[in-house]
Nanobody, 118 residues
Framework: QVHLVESGGGSVLPGGSLTLSCTVS????????MAWYRQAPGQRDRDLVA????????EYADSVQGRFTISRDNAKNTVFLQMNSLKREDTGVYLC???????????WGQGTQVTVKG
């Protein structure tokens, strides 16, 4: 069973930056896709923020394009989300996801809170 642990959340002013980390219990080099989702306050749905395949192809939600960068360090089994120029609407719980349907992997972390206010 794959375990994911997120870290790096916090409270920042609009325009600030944060870097989130997601550490995975096994090698991520063979996991097809790693992604970050956001669950906004009061919402049940999780919205895709960014994902990256094991070949390094990244995709972003329109709302974060140009501000956020997703990356993966296979040697450290860690996925990062660099968030710049944060806006109040970026507030939410950010969850990491590992997805590899061929291996039956669909794992989630507990999430890390990001609050943009001020």
């Amino acid at each position: 069973q794959v375990h994911l642990v997120e870290s790096g959340g916090g409270s920042v002013l609009p325009g600030g930056s944060l870097t989130l980390s997601c550490t995975v219990s096994e090698s991520i080099s063979t996991i097809y896709s790693m992604a970050w989702y956001r669950q906004a306050p009061g919402q049940r749905d999780r919205d895709l923020v960014a994902d990256i395949t094991n070949s390094g192809v990244a995709e972003y939600a329109d709302s974060v394009q140009g501000r956020f960068t997703i990356s993966r360090d296979n040697a450290k089994n860690t996925v990062f989300l660099q968030m710049n120029s944060l806006k109040r609407e970026d507030t939410g719980v950010y969850l990491c996801n590992a997805d590899d349907r061929y291996r039956g992997i669909d794992a989630w972390g507990q999430g890390t809170q990001v609050t943009v206010k001020g």
